[in-house]
């Protein structure tokens, strides 16, 4: 099972990253208590372990903007929460896939909430991630997930920490997306980011 560990803005941050080992570290280029700027982004990225996935998180971004921060190297995935359509992550491929390197990976945000029961989602996105909604660190119902169907592989965000990891892994995503969830006052905790990733590996043995 793949883990993500989102919100990254400090030096302090990638340390604990680093240590930790996710699969996957996430930067927030939209509005949030977590944004970082390009710069910013890009000096954080570069001091990742090798093998950890720069993800941008962005909402209603020009696709120029994540081209460029494809292109240079300082994200390798991008996470889409905003309004963003088919025919948006088209355009983004076809700009980023030009001057032969490979299309950006998608990942899209699907909000859950009631009434979600039976849905079907499909997208041309590469990934799916469900959520109760973009930074609001609160789980949905996830009994929901039991009558959807999905045509990607999917991460499952909102709320996660290690009180209900254990749930969520039994939920079977493809991978477990938190930020909140290993912070303590808004600011993420080493010692949280520790002993979930730690919690999920064992789990995977």
Same mark, same amino acid.
């Given at each position: 099972m793949q883990i993500k560990i989102c919100g990254l803005s400090r030096d302090k941050d990638i340390d604990y990253v680093n240590e930790a080992?996710? =699969?996957y570290a996430g930067f927030v280029f939209a509005s949030s208590p977590r944004q970082v700027s390009a710069v910013m982004a890009q000096y954080l990225r570069f001091r990742l372990a090798d093998g950890i996935e720069p993800v941008g998180v962005f909402v209603n971004t020009p696709i120029k903007l994540i081209?460029?921060?494809y292109k240079n190297g300082t994200i390798s995935i991008a996470q889409l929460h905003g309004d963003e359509d088919d025919a948006y992550i088209k355009r983004l491929k076809e700009v980023t896939g030009a001057e032969n390197l490979k299309a950006i990976p998608v990942i899209k945000a699907i909000k859950f909430d009631k009434?979600?029961?039976g849905r079907t989602i499909?997208? =041309?996105a590469d990934f799916l991630l469900l959520d109760s909604?973009?930074?609001?660190g609160k789980t949905f119902?996830?009994?929901?997930?039991k009558s959807i169907k999905i045509n990607k592989p999917w991460?499952?965000?909102g709320g996660i920490d290690i009180k209900n990891v254990d749930k969520a892994m039994s939920l079977n995503p493809y991978g477990i997306d938190v930020s909140s969830g290993v912070e303590t006052n808004g600011v993420k905790d080493q010692k949280k980011i520790l002993e979930l990733t730690v919690r999920i590996h064992n789990e995977q043995r």
């Open positions: 080992r996710p =699969n081209a460029e921060l009434g979600d029961e499909a997208t =041309n909604g973009a930074g609001l119902n996830w009994d929901i997930l991460f499952l965000a």
